[in-house]
Structures are given as C-alpha cells and as structure tokens.
C-alpha cells in the first residue's frame, strides 16, 4: 500500500538545468496534480490531469511541463530551473472522476525538495 | 481577496488546551470542505471532510462549517504534543477542477 511515491526526495540544481519530478500512484485514481509549497504562499496548483491523456494548468504553471504516462504515472518536468523554482514539490491523486462525487480528498506524496542554485 | 484565508499563526498551547482553526472563504459555490494534517517534512494528509453545512465529529476532532457566513472551523479537543503540526484547510465546488487550499496554520501543544 505505497499510495503516492515521489522521486526523487531532494534535488539540488544550477540555474539552467533542467530536471524530471516522477510520481506514481498505486490506487487506480483517475485524477493527479503537481503542486508546489513555498513559505508564506501554500499550496499552489501547478498542473493537474483530469484523467489519463489530458493535462491542465493550473495557478503557476510557467516554466513547468508535464506528462500522464499513464493512470499510474504523472511527472513534472522543468526545462530550464530558476531559483524561483526553489521549493518543495508535492504530488497527489484523487478518485475524483469515478462517479464517487461524495469523496473527494487527496492522497499526497512525501514531496521533492527542490533547490536551484 | 484570496478565495480562502487562513490565519498562519503560530499557536502555541498546553497539552489538554481546546484548539480552534479557521477559514474564511468568498466563493458562496464551495461545497466540498476540508482539513488536512501536515507534520513537518511530509505530505498533507486528510483529516476531516465535509460536504456542506453542518457539523462532522471524528474523535478529538470536530469540524464545522457555516456556509451563511463562508466560515469553516476545525476544534481539537484534549489536544497533545502529537497534534503539533500544520493544518491546512481546503474546499471546491462541485465539479471543480481541483482543491483551492488555505496557507496553513502551525499548531504548537506543549506538555
């Protein structure tokens, strides 16, 4: 009963580089999100997918892209860091989608650390 | 206006203390509430959920929600050490797109 998994859990990066965040649920949830965690700000929505094969922004989605693999698996990537990058990243997933509108709650992962340099 | 305030704090009480949180929202369509627990280096995880007006009780823990004033509540009876960590309050509408969160509040219970 893994639920959500995030790779990797720490990640530091020069400005430039660019990086893939994994997630994986093992939960059969139609929907998954990409959230990012700064102090002072919450939790905001980056991208989100609905269910497999659509993708959509969110409130920050500049300089990020993703990806649903599959139902399983969402990653995240960005193509050139910024320190304004710098954050801790969350994924999360969501049975929403199913036809049971009457639970709604998330799972999340343990979240990526993210450091640009 | 944010869609959803809440009060960072921190708070700080005494073990036994009674906790109350809180969160304002504007959207009057929200219908779906909720609070998620998060320890320090770690995910949220769900912790109350709410569909509605009314009141929820799990436990230690009791969650209200007053649409007539957009003011959600989360109490915390006979509160302990291991109840120190952020809670986040979250809500949608129907259908939404996905769950607009509050900042959190640090909670802090002292033995």
């Known amino acids: 009963n893994a639920g959500v998994t995030q790779t990797p859990k720490f990640q530091v990066l020069k400005t430039g580089q660019s990086m893939t965040l994994q997630c994986a649920q093992d939960m059969n949830h139609n929907s998954m999100y990409w959230y990012r965690q700064d102090p002072g700000m919450g939790l905001r929505l980056i991208y989100y997918s609905a269910s497999e094969g659509t993708t959509d922004k969110g409130e920050v989605p500049n300089g990020y892209n993703v990806s649903r693999l599959n139902k399983r698996e969402f990653s995240l990537r960005l193509e050139s860091a910024a320190p304004s990058q710098t954050s801790v990243y969350f994924c999360?997933?969501?049975?929403?989608?199913?036809?049971?509108?009457?639970?709604?709650?998330?799972?999340f992962g343990s979240g990526t650390r993210l450091t640009v340099v | 206006q944010k869609e959803v305030e809440q009060d960072p704090g921190p708070l700080s009480v005494p073990e036994g203390a009674i906790v109350s949180l809180n969160c304002t929202y504007s959207n009057s369509a929200f219908q779906y509430f909720m609070w998620y627990r998060q320890y320090s280096r770690k995910g949220p995880e769900l912790l109350m959920y709410t569909y509605s007006s009314g009141n929820k009780e799990d436990g230690r823990f009791t969650a209200q929600v007053d649409k007539s004033s957009k003011y959600i509540s989360l109490f915390i009876r006979d509160s302990q050490p291991s109840d120190s960590a952020t809670y986040l309050c979250?809500?949608?509408?129907?259908?939404?797109?996905?769950?607009?969160f509050g900042k959190g509040t640090t909670l802090s219970v002292s033995s």
């Open positions: 999360a997933s969501s049975p929403r989608g199913t036809g049971d509108w009457d639970y709604y709650g998330y799972t």
């Open positions: 979250a809500m949608s509408v129907p259908a939404g797109t996905a769950l607009i």
